[in-house]
């Protein structure tokens, strides 16, 4: 069974930084893509960033490109996101999620792509 697990949200200033995790099982991991997706309150979800395992290609939204890495330890089957120069704006619940598919680039932030997703990480930044 596939899953996905979040861990290192929390509450930080405006300015700070975190790194958030993504732990996988129960898929191989090189075959997948991972993204990382949050929403915000009475907002729609929407995509962060994303790598691509087998070749370690990175996507990111244009509002987070130059705070924000992606990267992956295939050999811990795990992913980060490094959040850095944190905005009140960044405030969300924050999810990874994984997909096998081969998708082209435009796709690799679409939520509806990606299959298995985890059970999500507050992300609070104070102003």
């Known amino acids: 069974e596939a899953k996905l697990v979040e861990s290192g949200g929390g509450l930080v200033q405006a300015g700070r930084s975190l790194r958030l995790s993504c732990a996988a099982s129960?898929?191989?991991?090189?075959?997948?893509?991972i993204g990382w997706f949050r929403q915000a309150p009475g907002k729609e979800r929407e995509g962060v960033s994303s790598i691509s395992s087998s070749d370690g290609t990175t996507y990111y939204a244009d509002s987070v490109k130059g705070r924000i890495t992606i990267s992956s330890d295939n050999a811990k089957n795990t992913v980060y996101l490094q959040m850095n120069s944190l905005k009140p704006e960044d405030t969300a619940v924050y999810y990874c999620a994984g997909t096998s598919r081969s998708l082209l680039p435009a796709y690799y932030l679409d939520d509806s792509e990606y299959d298995y997703w985890g059970q999500g990480t507050q992300v609070t930044v104070s102003s």
């Open positions: 129960g898929f191989t991991f090189d075959d997948y893509a």
